[in-house]
Nanobody, 124 residues
Framework: QVQLVPSGGGLVPAGDSLRLSCVASGPTFSSYAMGWFRQVPGKEREFVAAISESGGSTTYADVVKGRVTISRDNAKNTVYLQMNSLRPEDTALYSC?????????????????WGRGTQVTVSS
């Protein structure tokens, strides 16, 4: 079982950037595809980005494409989410997730392991 600890959230003005990190426990991080999701209170969890085990394949939600980059460092057991040109509508609780598969998935139910979340707030 893997444990995920996200960090890097904060309060930033619109147009600014943030880099979220998610550190995974355990020696088999490279066996997991990873994803980032976000949720606003009262709304369903929303897919943001995902990356395959090796990092060779990535996928993004249309609403963030071109502004967000997901990457991973398997030597550091860490997945990153670089977010640029942030907008007030990006405000949410961002969670990282892991699935024991090579391919990334856009579906939250494909992920067995979840971090607790890090809050991102973008002011207008």
């Amino acid at each position: 079982q893997v444990q995920l600890v996200p960090s890097g959230g904060g309060l930033v003005p619109a147009g600014d950037s943030l880099r979220l990190s998610c550190v995974a426990s355990g020696p088999t991080f490279s066996s997991y595809a990873m994803g980032w999701f976000r949720q606003v209170p009262g709304k369903e969890r929303e897919f943001v980005a995902a990356i395959s085990e090796s990092g060779g394949s990535t996928t993004y939600a249309d609403v963030v494409k071109g502004r967000v980059t997901i990457s991973r460092d398997n030597a550091k057991n860490t997945v990153y989410l670089q977010m640029n040109s942030l907008r007030p509508e990006d405000t949410a609780l961002y969670s990282c997730a892991a699935r024991t598969a090579y391919y990334a998935s856009r579906r939250d139910f494909d992920y067995a392991y979840w971090g607790r979340g890090t809050q991102v707030t973008v002011s207008s």
